[in-house]
């Protein structure tokens, strides 16, 4: 238990791209899934939520069951209009102390997500409010972004995008992001100690 606590900070602290590196290229979501502003960081496990376009009640529930520090990965079905969240849900979230929201949807209520620095991670944002008739799916795997999330997956994401990696493999993932980190820090240091880009390049 202790490694793994170890191994979720070791994640915690890592840049998404070397995160991604270290999980073997894999895991990455579509690029369509950005950061909402520019400070949003997320890291957490998945509590996972699969919803109807235009339906939100999923979302309602997830943040009533979802355990705080995880992170809502929310599969929404890629809606460009009816919203998967929004200021109330933001509220709720920060409250109960949830890490941040992934979803393939939009969201609305923008200014009161930065005002209170929830990190978001969306395809855009949108003004119309969603419906509350189905009452969806929480906590099974999803698709979303291209890949294949499933509860407690690590969810790691910053300005470069988000990757999730499985919970199986989270202290070889976070073991292999130390050593790739060192070696993104060394070529750093080769870089300014006057070395050519393309010599540090050929030797890793």
């Known amino acids: 238990m202790a490694e793994q606590h170890d191994a979720l900070s070791i994640l915690r602290s890592m840049p998404a791209a070397t995160v991604w590196e270290a999980a073997g290229k894999r895991g990455d979501l579509s690029p369509a899934i950005k950061?909402?502003?520019?400070?949003?960081?997320?890291?957490?496990?998945?509590?996972?939520?699969?919803?109807?376009?235009?339906?939100?009640?999923a979302a309602v529930r997830a943040v009533d069951e979802a355990p705080p520090g995880s992170v809502i990965v929310i599969e929404a079905g890629a809606a460009e209009r009816g919203v998967s969240w929004g200021g109330t849900a933001t509220l709720a979230a920060t409250?109960?102390?949830?890490?941040?929201?992934?979803?393939?949807?939009?969201?609305?209520?923008?200014?009161?997500?930065?005002?209170?620095?929830?990190?978001?991670?969306?395809?855009?944002?949108?003004?119309?409010?969603?419906?509350?008739?189905?009452?969806?799916?929480l906590d099974i795997p999803i698709a979303i972004g291209e890949v294949i999330v499933h509860p407690g997956d690590f969810i790691v994401g910053d300005l470069d995008g988000v990757v999730a990696v499985p919970a199986s493999q989270i202290e070889d993932v976070a073991r292999r992001s130390?050593?790739?980190?060192?070696?993104?820090?060394?070529?750093?240091r080769r870089l300014l100690a006057g070395a050519t880009l393309l010599d540090v390049l050929r030797q890793g």
């Open 35 to 57: 950061p909402l502003f520019p400070e949003a960081r997320i890291a957490g496990p998945a509590y996972t939520v699969k919803m109807f376009p235009g339906e939100t009640l």
């Open 178 to 188: 130390i050593e790739q980190r060192d070696k993104e820090m060394e070529r750093e």
């Open 95 to 137: 409250r109960k102390g949830i890490a941040g929201l992934v979803t393939n949807g939009t969201i609305r209520d923008l200014a009161e997500v930065i005002e209170r620095k929830f990190p978001v991670f969306a395809v855009g944002t949108g003004l119309v409010a969603g419906l509350r008739g189905h009452p969806g799916w």
